[in-house]
């Protein structure tokens, strides 16, 4: 089992930046992917990044929402077993709880979820 624990959600102006981090434990070694989504209040949960282990030869791979691209950057760290997302010229749209996740060998993992809100 894999277990994920973020941080650093809060409350933030249009406009500005934040940066959110996901701690990894336990069986990090079977982790296939990792990713961020989003639930804003009323609404369904959101993908917003993810990336993949590198295979091989080939590079990671990372795929992002349309409503972030160019904004959000997503940054796996092997050694530290972290992950994290830069979001930059956040918008009130982004407001939501986000969530990491992991898929690994044992199944799929969930954090707590962290809020972010982006006040206009």
């Known amino acids: 089992q894999v277990q994920l624990v973020e941080s650093g959600g809060g409350l933030v102006q249009a406009g500005e930046s934040l940066r959110l981090s996901c701690a990894a434990s336990g069986a990090t070694f079977s982790i296939v992917s990792m990713g961020w989504y989003r639930q804003a209040a009323g609404k369904e949960f959101e993908l917003v990044a993810t990336?993949?282990?590198?295979?091989?030869?080939?590079?990671?791979?990372?795929n992002y929402a349309d409503s972030v691209k160019g904004r959000f950057t997503i940054f796996r760290d092997y050694a530290k077993d972290t992950l994290d997302l830069q979001m930059n010229n956040l918008k009130p749209g982004d407001t939501a709880v986000y969530y990491c996740?992991?898929?690994?060998?044992?199944?799929?993992?969930w954090g707590q979820g962290t809020q972010v809100t982006v006040a206009p």
């Open positions: 990336i993949a282990s590198p295979i091989l030869n080939s590079a990671e791979k990372t």
């Open positions: 996740t992991a898929n690994a060998a044992s199944g799929p993992s």
